[in-house]
């Protein structure tokens, strides 16, 4: 590792083999030259899965500068290390954006779950505004092992798509809605409110939270003791 390191990072790197998912790094609050002495300590670990979050374009810039084929989706704020994920095992996991506006935390939510080895599909623009529209991708909710359904606004459609599957939901409430959202706390408080079973909810905006949770929930079956 870079001699600085240690000034600010104490890499688990060996999370994977404890835990069974290895470590994210966040950028947010973090300096270009810390998120790139960071990407330099795991440029010799290509076992060892890295997703470099809430990467701003100074963030994705100095990761790439260290590791120049990391897969970088801008729309979701997220560099992978190394780029190509997994073989995916386990069950399919789908990830539902109410509107367009969701799509960066949704993104965030099915980069996350396929980085950690899981099958994944989304489906776009299917907000309770137009019920058709997700009724319509029933048969790819029902192929799913677990669904999150990300939403802002009033953060109905995680219930209604509960309604509908017998899988378990993650509700992920976004910031996006006018003045009254509150920056996500309706979205978030309507989802805890929810009278479906089987919904569980994250933080606002924690797309890599729900990514996290939907890949162990759609994890594979542990083998049988011999």
Same mark, same amino acid.
């Given at each position: 590792?870079?001699?600085?390191?240690? *000034?600010?990072?104490?890499?688990?790197?060996?999370?994977?083999?404890?835990?069974?998912?290895?470590?994210?790094?966040?950028? *947010?609050?973090?300096?270009?030259?810390?998120?790139?002495?960071?990407?330099?300590?795991?440029?010799?670990?290509?076992?060892?899965?890295?997703?470099?979050?809430?990467?701003? +374009?100074?963030?994705?810039?100095?990761?790439?500068?260290?590791?120049?084929?990391?897969?970088?989706?801008?729309?979701?704020?997220?560099?992978?290390?190394?780029?190509?994920?997994?073989?995916?095992?386990?069950?399919?996991?789908?990830?539902?954006?109410?509107?367009?506006?969701?799509?960066?935390?949704?993104?965030?939510? !099915?980069?996350?779950?396929?980085?950690?080895?899981?099958?994944?599909?989304?489906?776009?623009?299917?907000?309770?505004?137009? !019920?058709?529209?997700?009724?319509?991708?029933?048969?790819?909710?029902?192929?799913?092992?677990?669904?999150?359904?990300?939403?802002?606004?009033?953060?109905?459609?995680?219930?209604?798509?509960?309604? !509908?599957?017998?899988? +378990?939901?993650?509700?992920? +409430?976004?910031?996006?809605?006018?003045?009254?959202?509150?920056?996500?706390?309706?979205?978030? !408080?309507?989802?805890?409110?929810?009278?479906? +079973?089987?919904?569980?909810?994250?933080?606002?905006?924690?797309?890599?939270?729900?990514?996290?949770?939907?890949?162990?929930?759609?994890?594979? *079956?542990?083998?049988?003791?011999?």
């Amino acid at each position: 590792m870079p001699d600085d390191l240690s *000034a600010f990072a104490d890499l688990d790197l060996d999370r994977t083999a404890r835990r069974g998912y290895p470590e994210a790094v966040y950028c *947010a609050g973090k300096t270009p030259e810390q998120v790139a002495a960071i990407a330099a300590a795991v440029r010799d670990r290509p076992d060892v899965v890295t997703l470099f979050t809430r990467a701003g +374009p100074d963030h994705a810039a100095a990761v790439l500068r260290e590791l120049p084929d990391a897969r970088h989706d801008t729309a979701a704020a997220l560099l992978a290390w190394p780029p190509e994920p997994p073989e995916p095992a386990g069950g399919l996991v789908v990830v539902v954006a109410a509107g367009t506006s969701d799509l960066p935390v949704a993104r965030e939510a !099915l980069q996350t779950a396929r980085y950690l080895g899981r099958r994944t599909e989304l489906i776009v623009d299917v907000g309770v505004a137009g !019920l058709h529209r997700v009724l319509a991708r029933l048969d790819v909710l029902r192929r799913a092992r677990v669904v999150v359904v990300a939403a802002g606004m009033d953060g109905a459609l995680p219930s209604v798509v509960a309604g !509908l599957v017998a899988v +378990p939901v993650v509700a992920l +409430p976004t910031s996006v809605g006018y003045g009254a959202a509150f920056g996500g706390l309706a979205a978030l !408080l309507a989802m805890v409110n929810s009278c479906a +079973p089987g919904v569980a909810v994250v933080n606002i905006d924690n797309g890599y939270g729900a990514g996290h949770l939907a890949a162990q929930i759609a994890a594979p *079956a542990p083998a049988a003791d011999a």
